[in-house]
């Protein structure tokens, strides 16, 4: 008997939708089978050659409700035969597994501080004082202030380990524009794995943290015996005036990650 397959759109298709999301199950029976051998993984894998159809794969898009996806298949003996199967597809939204070409993005933020030495237009921060002696004094500022920032994680299915990517990109930033960024905004905190099954493949989680004012810093010359920023102290291209802008992080280009945009 050839490999047959029957999906019951009656009796065994069902559909749920809750807080979770949409939910859809299809019912395939499945005869033909050859028996003793992975007959039950014969059926959630069959193809059937005369109708031109077969089982759903994992991850694979429901035919007609978009947004849907296979996320668990299942097979059990037909009213105990050994050459018939019921296969089960489970349908779900990416948010319920991760799911080969499909990917997760979730938005957040940290808390945190930073040391802001330069104002909006551009100038350095001082305090500046005139004594009794008529004497003009200033002093350089590094006034600590709230950072919230905005982060970024990525969550998707891939086929090899991330191990290089993640030694490459780790604490790095992003060379030139990048998620509605511009260069040197993205510091990437991480690229974690862990693997599926065999370990054939990896659920790959990205983070990446935004600060709209880059992740440069400044530094400044201290003289050694007044333990003071010099005051006519400036910022020069050539490092040379007692006040320099320091990127910590090496740059890398982003796009080679080929990550989705999630603006």
Not at 82 to 101: D, E, F, I, K, S
Not at 120 to 147: E, R
């Amino acid at each position: 008997m050839p490999l047959r397959i029957t999906e019951d759109l009656v009796l065994g298709a069902s559909y749920t939708f809750t807080q979770a999301g949409p939910s859809l199950t299809r019912i395939f029976d499945v005869a033909g089978l050859t028996p003793g051998h992975q007959t039950l993984a014969q059926a959630a894998a069959a193809v059937d050659p005369i109708a031109n159809t077969r089982i759903p794969r994992y991850g694979e898009p429901h035919p007609a409700v978009p947004g849907l996806y296979a996320i668990e298949i299942g097979a059990v003996p037909l009213n105990g035969s050994a050459t018939a199967a019921r296969v089960t597809v489970q349908y779900g939204t990416p948010a319920q597994a991760v799911l080969p070409g499909a990917v997760r993005i979730r938005i957040g933020g940290v808390d945190g501080q930073k040391l802001m030495t330069q104002l909006p237009d551009g100038t350095l921060a001082v305090v500046k004082y005139t004594d009794a002696d008529g004497n003009k004094l200033q002093d350089h500022l590094q006034i600590p202030v709230l950072s919230p920032n905005t982060l970024l994680e990525i969550t998707r299915m891939e086929n090899r380990s991330p191990l290089t990517l993640s030694e490459k990109f780790r604490r790095t930033v992003n060379a030139s524009p990048w998620q509605g960024g511009d260069a040197r905004t993205w510091l990437c905190r991480g690229i974690d794995a862990a693997s599926q099954g065999s370990g054939s493949q990896f659920e790959v989680h990205y983070l990446f943290e935004y600060d709209p004012d880059g992740w440069s810093r400044f530094e400044y010359y201290v003289d050694r015996y007044t333990g003071k920023v010099p005051d006519d102290a400036r910022i020069s291209s050539s490092n040379d005036q007692g006040v320099t802008k320091i990127l910590p992080y090496a740059m890398r280009e982003f796009s080679e990650l080929g990550l989705p945009n999630a603006y």
